[in-house]
């Protein structure tokens, strides 16, 4: 995942320099803080476009300075800030590997996630993007347990981790739909094992107990409704479980 990153990144990059050049920049100066300045105003401004022509010009003509970590930090906001996050996520990485000391990095690893989170598609879509934004998340949780983005990482693992569950329901209720209820139940018990802390939990505890009344497999059922009384005693789909128990 990660080289194929690099080298999408390297590949946009190449075409971007084709097609604007250093005659773009502001940076006219040889003065490091003051080629900084002359960035950092246009990223203030928002003017994302500029920022990355000009932070770009630092990356090579200043390179090893004492502005070079903080420019590199923010030619990749300014890319994630125009939602470019392929090459964001490649300045990031830029940035960890190269000025790993640097009063930049926690932050560049948590934005480096948010790349990855960024480029997450819809439910319906390949999920690889994804599981690595939950990895990144997660990596940022193990070496930074108390920053201040900490709270943010655990939210977007639910967020993210919902939307996997919310695949893996829509494919068993598709299978249900088939009545093909052996391989719903594998989808319902894969949630109820990988994502039992989602919003979804008790949607596939649920959707079991269908399924496993479809199959006429009495005793299963009454096991799973008890168990969904156990686990999950304030769901909107208890009624419809008390339901079933009572036509049992």
């Known amino acids: 995942m990660k080289l ?4 999408t990144a390297l590949l946009i990059s190449v075409l971007i320099s084709a097609c604007s050049g250093t005659d773009r920049s502001n940076i006219n100066t040889d003065d490091p803080e003051k080629a ?10 928002k003017d994302y476009l500029q920022a990355i022509d000009d932070f770009t010009v630092i990356k090579v003509k200043f390179s090893g300075s004492s502005i070079s970590d903080k420019s590199q930090y ?3 906001m300014s890319y994630l800030n125009r939602e470019e996050f392929v090459l964001a996520a490649y300045e990031f990485e830029y940035l960890l590997k190269n000025y ?7 932050d560049g690893r948590f934005q480096l996630a948010m790349c990855y989170f960024g480029l997450s598609p819809r439910y319906a879509l390949d999920q690889t993007y994804t599981y690595q934004a939950i990895s990144e998340f997660k990596n940022f949780l193990e070496l930074y347990p108390t920053d201040k983005n900490a709270p943010e990482c655990e939210a977007k693992i639910r967020e993210l981790r919902n939307k996997l569950a919310f695949k893996d329901l829509k494919a068993a209720e598709l299978y249900y739909k088939m009545d093909d209820y052996k391989s719903s139940i594998v989808y319902y018990d894969h949630i109820l ?52 128990k009572k036509s049992l």
Do not use: C, N
Request: no cysteine; aromatic share 18%; net charge positive.
């Open 4 to 7: 194929y990153l690099v080298l």
């Open 36 to 45: 900084f300045k002359i960035a950092y105003d246009s990223y203030l401004k």
């Open 74 to 76: 923010y030619l990749g």
């Open 100 to 106: 790993a000391t640097s009063s930049f990095a926690v």
């Open 193 to 244: 094992s990988e994502y039992f802390d989602t919003d979804y939990a008790d949607d596939a505890l649920y959707g079991k107990i269908v399924s496993l009344m479809a199959k006429k497999k009495y005793d299963d059922v009454k096991k799973e409704i008890e168990r969904f009384q156990s686990r999950f005693p304030k769901s909107d789909l208890l009624v419809k479980v008390e339901r079933i």
